[in-house]
């Protein structure tokens, strides 16, 4: 892609509305636009509109008038992308617009590709990587929570917090490099003691945010809930009763589910991935095995897990137990196949998944639960910046210990290493795979 083309790109979603919009972006497009918008009200048709800021236009195109539209003109480093750019504001025809883009690429300019609008911005400097994945996630998020966080992200908060980091860890790099470049100045017994103390405060404040980093995925991308049980237990009822649609088969017959089904679902200002599987029970179908097994990964996997048993059931722990699950996160739901006549407490839920009394208690439970693993979230919000995050502290590790048993340059190597991973978070000196990574997450047009 050369970043010196104008791309253009319809920036709504298709389809009919009241408003569409085209953007353009790149040097010139200011011109290149201002010749589709005529001063057609006056009948000099081949006269062109000087085009400032915002102004209501007529557009000609595809060889006649089509619409009146509004037309914005940014100029170089005020634009989204950093480059002077246009964006004109149709009636919201599918056709219409269309046509409109149609014209622009007959024109001369390039169909801009996906996220290719925001990777300029990263390239001309106006946001870093972290701000990309924010935007992205702004555009994704499902629950009141994840636009916040997500809002938060694209304003720079991650890039802060992980460039103090950074230059913590350029000063501390300094510091130890001066007994490699003035070794006549004998400071290396201090700037050991220094470096000690300045790697061990740092690793404190990755620890901080490595801690985080599950509420901060639980926020972004929903808490798993996990539904598990034996055959028959009512697990599927409640799946959709949960959903309020009927998305998994329900059937009296044992092992009707045989694959995990996941659908999301908003409780108030958070999202929850419901996960239904399969039932647990000795079977000689392989194709029910494989369902099985890949129930007990989901269970190792999930945030809370619903042991769902039918009422009277005695030793239905056994299926959690089987498949690895945690005790702290597990909720046993009690499904009666009647009248609910117990009272339910924070551990146990008794509902009837058919009729959906006491569905209400167990959401309440979900919620506050969820509400809890939201705290003391981190800036750091997925795996890329975890990983990245998780190999600084390694190299500070090594760090460590090579300020007790290897030579200062050593020392430098390590967190060198440790620097180049909080780097990589923000972008610094980025790959083109990993650019091309990020960006591939975008809609055509932003």
Known sequence: MEERDIIAAISTARGSGAVSMIRLSGKGSGRFSQSFLKNVKENKQNETVDLPHAKMVSCLFCGKINDHIMAVRYDSGKSYTGEESVELYFHGGKKLTELALLSFIEGGARIAEKGEFTRRAFLNGRIDLTQAEGIVDLIDAESENAVKAAFLQSEGRTRKIIEELYGNCVTLLARVEVSIDYPEEDVEEVTRTEAEKGIDELRQK????????????????????????????????????????????????????????????????????????????????????????????????????????????????????????????????????????????????????????????????????????EKGGSAITNARQYDALVSADKALARAQVALKNETVDCVCADLSDALRALGRILGKEPTEDLIGEIFSRFCVGK
Request: hydrophobic residues 35%.
């Open 206 to 373: 990755i620890a901080r945010e490595k801690d985080g980093y599950n509420a901060s995925r639980i926020v972004r991308e929903g808490a798993r809930v996990v539904l598990c049980g034996k055959v028959n237990a009512g697990k599927s009822t409640l799946f959709n009763t949960l959903l309020g649609a009927e998305r998994a088969i329900v059937s009296n017959e044992a092992g009707t589910t045989r694959d995990t089904i996941e659908e999301k679902i908003s409780l108030r200002d958070i999202a929850v991935v419901l996960v239904d599987t399969a039932g647990e029970r000795k079977t000689d179908s392989d194709a029910e095995r494989k369902g099985i097994d890949r129930s007990k990964r989901e269970v190792q996997s999930a945030d809370l897990t619903l042991l769902v048993v039918r009422e009277g059931e005695k030793k239905a722990e056994e299926v959690l137990a089987e498949n690895g699950g945690a005790k702290d996160k597990q909720l046993r739901v009690v499904n009666c196949f009647g009248k609910v006549n117990k009272q339910s407490t924070e551990d146990c839920i008794y509902l009837n998944a058919q009729s959906g009394e006491g569905v209400e208690k167990l959401t309440e439970v979900i919620y506050a639960k969820c509400k809890d693993w």
